[in-house]
């Protein structure tokens, strides 16, 4: 069983819609939550992080976390073309070595 | 890509053959990774360093070896290069305040 379990996609929506990106895992003593966005033959570039169970909000992007139920979800409101990419999602319990999700692939049409 | 980057950005090689990637920050920090990414498995840890000459291996470390004599360098050799090695290489520092990572462009490398 993989650590960190994401489902691939590709996702695909209208311009302005909600995105719900969602990740799995399986280790309990994950405490540190990322999500990257990735462009096509670009590196991973940092969108948020948390650190235990809750919400974070950063304009557009609202992060959650469900420890209880090993669940953490990205949402994009309003999204816009600019936003396709590939999100990917990341996990550590010492902030030190990170485990990826395989990333889920999104277009925003517009 | 600034305080990063990665050479060669692209390289062709053949199997057996010794390949070294180099990744320099300008960052001055001390944590830096090595991952590979290949479609279906993500990104996964290869090696990470936590200062100079101070290395740790990462899931998938067979194969493949690292160095850091300095803190700006952090190399990755591949001592006999496999088929089963080509992929996207992308060098990472740990980000100052925050458990996050900044990453490189990438080094895409092919084996034949």
């Known amino acids: 069983q993989k650590e960190v379990e994401q489902d691939p996609g590709p996702l695909s929506v209208p311009e302005g819609a909600i995105v719900s990106l969602n990740c799995t895992y399986s280790?309990?003593?994950?405490?540190?939550f990322m999500w990257y966005r990735q462009y096509s033959r670009k590196g991973p570039e940092l969108l948020m992080y948390t650190y235990s169970s809750g919400n974070k909000e950063d304009g557009r992007f609202t992060a959650q976390v469900d420890k209880s139920s090993k669940y953490i979800s990205l949402f994009i409101r309003d999204s816009q073309p600019s936003d396709s990419a590939t999100y990917l999602c990341a996990m550590s319990n010492t902030g030190n070595q990170f485990y990826f999700g395989t990333g889920t692939s999104l277009t925003v049409i517009p | 890509d600034a305080g990063i980057t990665q050479s060669p950005r692209h390289k062709v090689t053949e199997t057996g053959t010794p390949v070294t990637l180099r990744c320099h920050q300008t960052e001055n920090h001390r944590y830096m990774y090595w991952y590979r990414q290949d479609p279906g498995h993500g990104l996964r840890l290869i090696h990470y360093s936590y200062g100079v000459k101070d290395t740790d291996k990462g899931e998938v470390s067979d194969g493949y070896s690292v160095s850091r004599s300095k803190t700006e360098d952090f190399l990755l050799t591949l001592e006999s290069a496999t088929s089963s090695q080509t992929s996207v290489y992308f060098c990472?520092?740990?980000?100052?305040?925050?458990?996050?990572?900044?990453f490189g462009p990438g080094t895409r490398l092919t084996v034949l």
């Open positions: 280790n309990s003593a994950f405490q540190y």
């Open positions: 990472a520092i740990g980000l100052a305040g925050g458990p996050g990572q900044y």
